[in-house]
């Protein structure tokens, strides 16, 4: 299965979630996430364009293999495995025995929507700030990549992001660091 989405800078999450409504979306989730990613011991994720990520929230956690990025259009997909645990600090020792290290970790508020076939992220991040994410799973990433177009319009969404969080924080992290 591969996961189709387009992220944008949000033009006001409160709008956003109005327009939604409007729209008949469906709320699913309120919650906070701290997403931690690690570093492969022998791999640079940046260069092969992959990510290992734990992510926590109040209600589970789940550990998560992202692939290469494969260009649609205005959207990007991605292989996505994903696995279910009650016991993130198990996982993440499992993971760190393997030889895997901490690298970052982002914290965000996200409330999700179903518009149709689409789940809609409506994301605050810490430090980074509010963003809209619309995606599909499929296997025809064709067919998302015009509902997400559509939804795109409905929900006044101008500012595509092609970064994600994970490469959004540490371009501002870098940046600090070097005004210091």
């Known amino acids: 299965m591969l996961e189709v989405e387009s992220k944008f800078h949000s033009p006001g999450n409160e709008k ?5 409504i409007r729209l008949g979306a469906r709320r699913i989730s309120e ?14 994720f940046s260069k092969t364009d992959e990510a290992l990520r734990l992510r926590r929230t109040n209600n589970a956690s789940e ?31 499992i993971i760190e025995r393997l030889g895997f290290t901490e690298f970052f970790t982002i914290k965000k508020r996200r409330t999700s929507y179903m ?15 509010e963003f809209v994410e619309l995606e599909a799973l499929t296997e025809s990433p064709e067919r998302s990549t015009q509902l997400i177009e559509l939804a ?25 660091r070097n005004k210091a």
């Open 16 to 20: 956003v979630e109005r327009n939604l």
């Open 31 to 44: 919650e906070i996430m701290e997403d931690v990613y690690f570093s492969h011991p022998s791999r640079d």
């Open 63 to 93: 550990l998560t293999y992202k692939g290469p990025r494969m260009k649609c259009e205005n959207a990007k997909a991605r292989e996505e495995i994903t696995l279910r645990t009650e016991n993130p600090l198990a996982a993440q020792r």
């Open 115 to 129: 518009l149709g076939e689409l789940r809609v992220e409506v994301d605050d991040v810490d430090g980074l700030g």
């Open 152 to 176: 795109r319009k409905e929900l006044e969404l101008d500012r595509l992001e092609q970064r994600t969080y994970l490469e959004l924080m540490i371009e501002k992290t870098d940046g600090s």
